[in-house]
């Protein structure tokens, strides 16, 4: 009876207006929760989904290219991994666990080197600044949080799977950018 109600009604709803209420505080104490191997394994789960969707360059100029800019870069003892996906768009993104796609059509819209390090250096801080992780609680909570109304505990594996569509905020790509430009 009442504790039925109180478990699979009220709770439920209470956590939902928590959340949006408090859901910034909310998604930082999570995100300061999440061991990095977790984070590894949602960034390995984003990766093999993009490499599902289109080939990966592994070897030539474009790659040795993009592997030079990030080795310089990269910090030392950084868990930083960025590969080349070999499609048309001008365009990188940062997945949790350190791992950076950048797309190729990004080379052939380059004027020089510098452009594209800029963009490797903006993901990168996205990385350091959890933003992709962030994100990724952020939907997993809202969604997760009403899915779980209705009895779908699917809904965190989706949400890993859906990070490379997920847009950052304005303040979050502000915050890239600075950290890319002290980089």
């Known amino acids: 009876g009442l504790a039925a109600v109180l478990l699979f009604v009220v709770l439920p709803i209470a956590a939902i207006i928590a959340f949006m209420l408090k ?18 394994s949602i960034g390995d789960m984003v990766l093999a989904q993009t490499r599902a969707q289109s080939p990966f360059i592994t070897t030539g100029p474009r790659y040795d290219a993009v592997q030079a800019i990030a080795k310089r870069l990269v910090r030392p003892g950084e868990p930083i991994r960025v590969y080349l996906a070999d499609t048309p768009e001008a365009n990188a993104f940062a997945a949790p666990g ?13 004027t020089d080197p510098e452009q594209v390090a800029g963009v490797i250096a903006h993901e990168i801080a996205h990385v350091e600044l959890r933003h992709s992780l962030r994100s990724w609680v952020k939907a997993a909570g809202v969604r997760g949080l009403a899915l779980m109304l209705v009895g779908d505990w699917g809904v965190l594996v989706d949400a890993g ?23």
Do not use: M
């Open 161 to 183: 799977t859906k990070l490379a569509q997920l847009k950052f905020s304005r303040e979050a790509e502000y915050a890239a950018d600075l950290h890319a430009l002290q980089r």
């Open 98 to 110: 350190g791992v950076i796609v950048v797309q190729a059509g990004l080379l052939r819209a380059a």
């Open 23 to 40: 859901g910034e505080a909310l998604v930082d104490w999570v995100v300061e929760r999440v061991p990095a191997s977790i984070e590894t």
